[in-house]
């Protein structure tokens, strides 16, 4: 069965929630929703954002002799 992007969103949630139980304990439920919710957030545009940047890094060395940048 194919886990879609909420539940593969709410298990990183999950896990994070356990490795950060001792530094969170000391925020409400709802401040350590908020925080965890916002991790995952990071995590995920981080992620993008690197896997952006190397498709772009790939791109060029792929070119040989002159750089040719595009904006996308």
Do not use: C, P, W
């Not at 001792?22 to 995952?40: Q, T």
Request: proline letters at 0%.
């Amino acid at each position: 069965m194919k886990q879609t992007n909420a539940t593969k969103r709410k298990a990183l949630k999950t896990k994070m929630e356990k490795v950060f139980k001792n530094e969170a304990r000391s925020l409400s439920v709802e401040y350590r929703g908020i925080m965890f919710d916002d991790l995952v957030s990071a995590f995920e545009n981080r992620l993008m954002a690197l896997i952006r940047a190397q498709s772009q890094s790939e791109f060029l060395a792929v070119i040989e002799g002159e750089v040719h940048v595009e904006a996308q």
